[in-house]
């Protein structure tokens, strides 16, 4: 028995050294690894690419393998990495392929003033700076295992990169995608882009011939591959596109073939000698300017591109990577001057030329802190040097560390811009809001299907007796790698019920579209630095009434159980009673400098019959809001539930629901009693302070509700005395 025991252990040690279980193994830490380290930096405002290649680092020589050698040498031994490294290049030429048709030539060719002029500085100036510091450096760091010349043009290239993919996304996180700001860094790191690959090619070419006259052959041949690519294959890819244009007639025929262009244009600028990385930018950008063809491709490939085969390349990178070898403070202050030269040269090249074109300074400098960022096509570039013998390990593990720093900092930086020269005076705007008489209301549009039902809502609860209702419906999709050529698509989707519904009941709707991986914070943002009155945000769905619900209710004082429900609550949109206190809601109560409301919806189809519970000294606001829903809709029942007596014991409450039932006579009810009988009514209203009691007294009296919209009243930052 022991010896049959011992040959099955003995096979599953056998098994796990095999070459495909080994990769697989690798995949596995890599993606955990990826995923949480970038589920870090999301949290604290950072691009995931940030995380994914520290993920790289944290696995390789610098960490792992420092801490746990054992470990780092079983799970990534020296044999095994030829697959890895080879998946890790395919999944970056896909990943080049998208980043081609992430760039719009007509949008270029269209905008040739000053982003053309701030893009070419940018690379120039800074790359002088590079070529410069190769010189001082080049005896000590690189001259036993190359010239000169090879050095300095990719210490050149280094410096003047700049990531177009998440210079974009570091745009929309912020919501700057249709300022003019946005736009001008955008176009000028698209401009960047396109030159910089341009200058690479031809760099790739001197490195390998070992002189510039010698090159001339390869740059002249790869200048030929990209007039045919430009005048030949894309005319023919147009009309392709023309009829592959939608889904329904789209099929792995047409998939194949670009797969099969795509492998095509990489192995022609391998065999050129430029890279095969430069030929599927190509193959990219000479893909038809048809959107939604461009999005069905996108959509095929982007998501295995990104989430599964490039997080293999920035574990690659980190394997090579060994920041170890920075042992010394020279070595530091010499990585140092590496980061500075980087971002002054970044800084004067896009910032002085911003400004020198006419832009203000606020501009300028964000347009020198954005273009600053590096991220993942600096480690393109940093690794191409570094396979072809140019790059020794130290400068290496310094130019990685040079990309994550200028990349940390783009975002901190450019908040700070922004708050240092402030585009509007939130208090003077708020002041003359006021004196107009708005009461603006954002909401929050998560899933489409609730945008009408919250408009509804605030149209009968928000429409002020004296101010006018200013609605702005604000979307998010939450995922900043979203491809900037799908935006609008996603944007159209998320307002297209709550426009429908505003034009039947009559009222003027702004739309406001962001990505960001952070959701909440995104709303909160928008709420403050807006002036905002009013949040009005979804709930979720009860499902209290159903066997689930009833079976919820009952063990909703078990601590494992009620944190087991909220988790599913989370993921699938379903709300208890227990879980609002303690999900994404209470973010924006707790954050947000204007009144929130959290609405539940029980099969919302009307506001007629209305349950107002009074419980606290400070919900005499919502005998107000009750008063804007008599005053949109006369025919309204109200009923006040009083268990405290507050209307009979307090003034306020007294002279405010006196005036209310001298208005309303016939549509007021008091009662002072519950019965935990609120199924009756089709609409609650209900201050989060009550709903915060009721739920942690365990009373049960809120287990059965009707749609219901909870209000945490919160007077403006900029008066004592807060609208309602």
């Known amino acids: 028995m022991n010896d049959s025991f011992d040959i099955f252990i003995n096979s599953i040690f056998h098994n796990i050294g095999e070459p495909v279980a080994m990769l697989l193994m690798q995949i596995i830490a890599i993606l955990f690894v990826s995923r949480i380290v970038g589920w870090f930096f999301i949290k604290i405002g950072q691009p995931t690419v940030i995380g994914e290649i520290l993920a790289g680092i944290i696995l390789g020589p610098s960490l792992l393998g420092y801490f746990y050698p054992e470990a780092f040498n079983f799970l990534f031994a020296p044999e095994s990495l030829d697959n890895l490294y080879i998946l890790s290049q395919i999944g970056l030429v896909l990943f080049m392929f998208v980043i081609g048709m992430e760039l719009n030539l007509s949008l270029l060719r269209n905008k040739m003033g000053t982003t053309y002029v701030i893009s070419n500085v940018s690379i120039i100036f800074p790359y002088l700076l590079g070529v410069l510091l190769a010189y001082y450096i080049y005896d000590e760091f690189a001259a036993s295992q190359t010239t000169f010349l090879p050095f300095a043009l990719f210490i050149g290239i280094s410096m003047s990169i700049t990531a177009f ?289 919250l408009l509804n809502v605030a149209k009968h609860v928000l429409d002020g007796i004296k101010n006018t209702l200013s609605v702005t ?90 944190k087991l429900m909220i988790r599913i609550n989370e993921s699938q949109e379903i709300f208890y009673p227990g879980s609002l206190i303690k999900d994404k809601t209470r973010f924006f109560v707790e954050n947000s400098q204007c009144s929130v409301g959290i609405f539940i919806n029980r099969n919302f189809m009307e506001i007629s019959n209305v349950v107002v519970m009074l419980n606290e000294l400070n919900d005499d606001f919502l005998i107000r809001y009750a008063h804007r829903l008599l005053k949109n809709d006369a025919k309204t029942l109200i009923t006040f539930i009083d268990e405290k007596h507050l209307i009979s014991k307090e003034d306020i409450f007294k002279n405010q629901y006196a005036t209310l039932t001298e208005n309303f006579p016939n549509s007021i009810k008091l009662v002072t009693n519950n019965n935990n009988n609120l199924q009756k009514y089709d609409f609650m209203m209900i201050s989060y302070q009550c709903w915060n009691n009721h739920i942690e007294s365990g009373s049960g009296k809120l287990d059965h509700i009707p749609s219901t919209i909870i209000i945490n009243k919160k007077e403006s930052r900029f008066s004592k005395k807060g609208k309602a």
């Not at 000028?188 to 760099?203: G, H, K, Q």
Request: hydrophobic share 50%; charged share 15%.
């Open 473 to 562: 419906a604000l979307h998010i999709t939450p995922d900043a790698t979203t491809n900037p050529l799908l935006g609008e698509d996603f944007a159209e989707e998320g307002f297209a019920k709550i426009n429908s519904e505003a034009k039947k009941l009559n009222i003027p709707v702004h739309n406001d579209y962001k990505i960001t991986d952070n959701i909440e914070l995104g709303v909160v943002k928008t709420i403050n630095n807006d002036n905002y009155d009013f949040l009005l945000v979804g709930g979720g769905v009860s499902t209290s009434d159903t066997k689930a619900g009833k079976l919820k209710s009952r063990f909703r004082k078990i601590r494992w159980i009620n």
């Open 165 to 453: 993919p998440v210079l974009a996304r570091i745009v929309q996180e912020k919501g700057m995608t249709k300022t003019h700001i946005g736009q001008m860094s955008i176009i000028s790191a698209a401009f960047n882009d396109v030159t910089a690959w341009c200058i690479l090619a031809a760099v790739i070419a001197i490195s390998k011939t070992g002189s510039i006259v010698s090159s001339l052959y390869t740059i002249g041949l790869s200048i030929l591959y990209i007039l045919f690519m430009l005048y030949v294959v894309r005319p023919f890819l147009k009309k392709i596109g023309k009829i592959y244009s939608n889904t329904e007639v789209i099929n792995k025929g047409i998939i194949a073939f670009l797969f099969l262009f795509l492998t095509l244009s990489s192995f022609t600028t391998q065999l050129i000698g430029i890279h095969a990385l430069f030929g599927a930018f190509l193959a990219g950008v000479v893909m038809p300017e048809i959107p939604e063809f461009r999005k069905i491709v996108i959509d095929k490939i982007e998501d295995v591109a990104l989430t599964l085969l490039l997080p293999l390349f920035f574990v690659y990178t980190g394997l090579r990577t060994e920041i170890g070898l920075l042992n010394t403070p020279y070595l530091w202050m010499v990585t140092s001057v590496f980061i500075l030269v980087a971002i002054v040269g970044k800084f004067i090249g896009a910032g002085f030329s911003a400004k020198i074109m006419g832009e203000n300074w606020r501009d300028s400098l964000s347009v020198g802190i954005l273009m600053n960022t590096r991220g993942l096509m600096e480690i393109v570039v940093l690794n191409i040097g570094y396979e072809m013998g140019i790059l020794s390990k130290p400068v290496f593990a310094m130019l990685v560390i040079m990309a994550l720093v200028t990349t940390f900092m783009t975002t901190p930086l450019l908040s700070l811009v922004q708050k240092v020269f402030p585009t509007k005076d939130l208090e003077a705007e708020y002041r003359k809001q006021q004196a107009q008489g708005i009461f603006k209301v954002l909401i929050a549009v998560g899933n489409p299907e609730n945008g009408k039902t």
